[in-house]
């Protein structure tokens, strides 16, 4: 089993799940000993190999199709997981039922992490906790909770600890693009040349 989901069950610390966008439903079938998992798709496809792979592997997993959370019956306590979609996905998935969002959410994004970070906070999450690791490529999985937290502009962009490896990594990022602004873009360019330097301090700060 891949590094990411046995992170992605390690996050999960409630007895009900649901796995949103649960795919081939791999990693329903990895709670389902220890939580009770309800899987989830909008792609019929998908959700037939998740039933396929559920049955063969021979665990009580309820497998729903649904867009997003509409057909899920969600509890405060309960957790959601929104792995491996884009981050304006996962945010109109939850901004469109979010009567319906619990208290716990566990996200693996695979774009725009500074947009995700900003936005759930502003929902009324804080970041409990924080996990990146590299599999062919970096993945970051962030558990949010319900609650309050002041972050500062650098921890919307690295997360609030970030390993030295992931802060070379995002700098890099960062200076490839500062590279590709045209000069014409200042403003553009200077707001990227200060988050480089503040990616400097941070690293600095660590070494």
């Known amino acids: 089993m891949s590094k990411r ?22 990693l329903s079938i990895m709670l389902s000993d220890t939580h009770n998992v309800v ?9 037939n190999i998740a039933k396929k792979n559920i049955k063969e592997a021979n665990v009580n997993v309820e497998v729903i199709q649904s867009d997003g959370l509409d057909k899920l019956d ?3 306590d309960d957790t959601i997981i929104l792995a491996g979609m884009g981050t304006y996905t996962i945010m109109k998935i ?8 619990s208290n716990t959410l566990i996200i693996q994004a695979n774009n725009n992490l500074d947009i995700l970070r900003r936005n759930i906070v502003k929902l009324g999450y804080y970041i409990d906790s924080e996990i990146t690791l590299y599999e062919n490529r970096w993945y970051t999985l962030i558990r949010f909770k319900k609650g309050h937290v002041k972050y500062r502009k650098i921890d919307y962009i690295l997360g609030p600890n970030p390993n030295i490896d992931y802060i070379k990594f ?19 360019k200077l707001n990227t040349y200060l988050i480089i330097k503040t990616i400097e301090r941070k690293l600095h700060n660590l070494m």
Do not use: Q, W
């Open 5 to 26: 989901l046995n992170a992605l069950a390690s996050l999960v610390d409630t007895n009900n799940v649901f796995d949103v966008g649960c795919d081939h439903g791999l």
């Open 39 to 47: 899987a989830s798709d909008i792609t019929p496809s998908s959700v």
């Open 74 to 76: 969600i509890e405060k």
């Open 94 to 101: 939850l901004k469109n039922n979010i009567d319906k969002v």
């Open 170 to 188: 995002n700098l890099d990022i960062y200076k490839k693009m500062y590279n590709k602004i045209p000069n014409r873009y200042f403003i553009k």
